[in-house]
């Protein structure tokens, strides 16, 4: 059974594993039916093993976006985030696709896209804490205030959606993904 075209809005709390999920489906084959990645223009540089991004100015992501170029922006953690109006082609050639998104953008999100597709990712705190701490991005104090924001929006879960755990493997997370969305054809 194939996946009719969607727009799948991946959410979680930062260090749940998105990052790491899509990189794998960008990397690895699974199906031809699976969500194309797209890639985001964040004001925040490259590292090695961070997301795969297009690293923007400030001044060049405001002028994108006054241009027009992004179908969703928003500011999370001093930093600017875009995804580019190029998935609406990648959708109308029939593809899905999915996006590393926000959870506080999410209402906003679904106003300029209706058909959008929220999937949730979570993990256990004891887990993310510790991916926290191994990223070495942020110190304890930011650690534990990405906990508490994590605990605060976890309100935000609309009913429909897709629900995915990354307790486990990136394996198994992928499947739980890739089912949910062939199986329940979401």
Aim: glycine residues 6%.
């Amino acid at each position: 059974m194939a996946y009719t075209q969607k727009l799948y809005f991946l959410v979680g709390p930062s260090g749940v594993g998105k990052d790491s999920v899509l990189r794998r489906l960008k990397t690895h084959y699974y199906s031809d039916t699976q969500p194309l990645v797209a890639h985001r223009y964040i004001t925040r540089p490259v590292r090695h093993q961070d997301e795969n991004h297009v690293e923007l100015t400030d001044f060049d992501f405001q002028r994108r976006s006054e241009s027009g170029l992004f179908l969703f922006e928003w500011t999370s953690h001093g930093y600017h985030y875009g995804i580019g109006r190029e998935i609406k082609k990648w959708l109308k050639s029939g593809n899905s696709v999915i996006v590393n998104g926000s959870r506080q953008y999410l209402p906003q999100a679904r106003e300029r896209y209706k058909d959008l597709v929220p999937v949730w990712m979570h993990v256990a705190e004891d887990i993310l804490r510790q991916r926290l701490l191994e990223r070495g991005r942020e110190g304890e104090e930011e650690i534990e205030t990405r906990l508490q924001r994590n605990r605060e929006l976890a309100y935000l879960k609309p009913k429909d959606g897709v629900y995915i755990d990354n307790n486990q493997t990136i394996e198994d997370t992928i499947g739980q993904l890739l089912s949910l969305m062939e199986l329940s054809n979401i």
